[in-house]
């Protein structure tokens, strides 16, 4: 593994014409090129920034941590909002009922009035801690267009996305809610993703990040018959998985190439570029081993059928548009189903006063079956031609519906991998039942590729 120390310089060879070591040698002096300073036009800062986002429990507070153990400065942009509301007369002790709910509300509110709010707070602290060009994690990344500002901000930044299924996140976290599952539901739900952009959107952050990590393993401790996760082990663990994305980041040389998960993903995500899918671009890939290489024989985008008009074309999405006609002419007939509260005059961005979004929860499949395009799993099938997908792995960006799902298990795939902070338990069940492994992708995804891969000399 390449070292990581911060102080390293690249040096420049004596010798011109001695040999470079390969890709996967470690050199002798190995070194980390130092970042391009960026004018001092009081924007653009030269300090590698990882930054950390994904769903409650996953495990962003320990891979904060592990990062602090590299001499990463640490910082959290929920502190700010934490310092805030102790000046109110919230409650946001945790175990308190709707602890989290009020946090995500002030949140939610400041960002409202403007979009800009969290970031710049965060930015001050960094500069007021006079930590000059040193490295810095910045962990609570909730909000896609905070992702996208910080990203101006400090050009070699770097969002890891933390990863972990819905039940093992439970586990976790469940003495936080002492016991209460609903409450929990309704907070994970609402954390996902929000219709309006000063809203909770991790799904979003997660479809941008430029590493993930799936920290599914099951760490638990029973002091006095009590069940609890053991910080220790996972602390470990994902300070194993920073030493091995963080040299990358810091472009030390000798570091490994892209493995070939990681190079068929890139594909995938390219094909998603090709979407004009107004929700969300998905991109898929079929590959086949032949002569212990990986060969893709087939690919895909989520897209509509030939001569109908897309989402794009449209300005709106028609499984959406359906849900909010189907939520207006209930007008007056809604009840919460977390609070029971009647509601008698409820329009966009139709939410409940406990913080319940009612569309997510009264159509938990997002209306899917009349989604008008052809799904990329889906086009990327029918894109086989004949050939045999037998055995075969299915990359793609997001977590099959349980319609592809069908399709994929017709077709003989072997294995799934996907990236996807929320997967459909039902639907993984039905492919492992069904005889299809189903794997959660870790590496570096597309946006971050070809900057943390190099062309060999």
Not at 199 to 213: S, T, W
Not at 288 to 303: A, H, T, V, Y
């Amino acid at each position: 593994m390449a070292s990581i120390g911060k102080k390293s310089v690249r040096k420049k060879a004596k010798n011109k014409k001695a040999s470079r070591p390969t890709r996967n040698e470690k050199s002798p002096k190995e070194t980390r090129k130092k970042p391009k300073q960026q004018k001092k036009d009081g924007l653009a800062r030269p300090n590698l920034v990882i930054g950390l986002t994904g769903p409650f429990g996953s495990g962003c507070g320990e891979m904060r941590k592990a990062l602090e153990s590299l001499k990463f400065h640490a910082f959290k942009i929920s502190d700010d909002i934490r310092d805030e509301v102790r000046n109110t007369s919230e409650l946001i002790e945790k175990g308190k009922q709707n602890w989290r709910k009020v946090l995500q509300d002030h949140g939610n509110k400041k960002r409202e009035e403007y979009r800009g709010y969290w970031i710049n707070k965060v930015v001050k602290r960094i500069g007021a801690a006079d930590i000059g060009d040193d490295e810095v994690v910045i962990d609570g990344f909730r909000n896609f267009q905070e992702v996208q500002e910080i990203r101006k901000i400090y050009p070699h930044f770097f969002l890891v996305a933390i990863c972990a299924e819905k039940n093992e996140r439970w586990q976790r976290v469940k003495n936080d809610y002492e016991g209460r599952y609903n409450e929990f539901e309704r907070d994970d739900r609402r954390d996902r993703s929000e219709d309006f952009d000063w809203g909770q959107g991790v799904q979003k952050c997660v479809d941008d990040a430029d590493y993930v990590y799936y920290n599914n393993e099951s760490f638990f401790v029973y002091p006095q018959g009590k069940e609890e996760p053991n910080s220790d082990k996972i602390g470990r663990t994902l300070q194993k998985q920073a030493k091995e994305f963080v040299p990358l980041m810091q472009e030390v040389e000798g570091c490994r190439g892209p493995n070939p998960e990681e190079v068929q993903m890139a594909v995938a995500y390219a094909q998603s570029n090709s979407s004009k899918c107004r929700k969300r671009h998905v991109g898929a890939v079929i590959t086949i081993k032949r002569n212990d290489q990986e060969l893709p024989i087939s690919m895909g985008f989520n897209e509509n059928p030939p001569r109908v008009p897309t989402c794009y074309d449209l300005q709106v999405c028609c499984k959406d548009e359906d849900m909010e006609a189907k939520l207006k002419a209930r007008g007056r007939n809604i009840y919460c189903p977390s609070c029971g509260k009647h509601h008698e005059d409820l329009s966009e961005p139709w939410l409940c006063e406990c913080g319940e979004n009612l569309k997510e929860c009264l159509y938990p499949n997002r209306n899917m079956e009349l989604c008008t395009a052809i799904h990329a799993e889906e086009r990327a099938i029918l894109s086989l031609g004949g050939r045999s997908s037998t055995d075969g792995r299915l990359y793609v960006t997001t977590f099959p519906c349980f319609q592809c799902a069908r399709l994929i298990i017709d077709a003989r795939i072997g294995e799934v991998m996907y990236v996807e902070a929320y997967p459909t338990k039902e639907t993984a069940e039905f492919l492992e039942k069904n005889g299809v492994k189903v794997t959660p992708f870790t590496g570096f995804t597309a946006r971050a590729f070809f900057r943390v891969f190099k062309k060999a000399d």
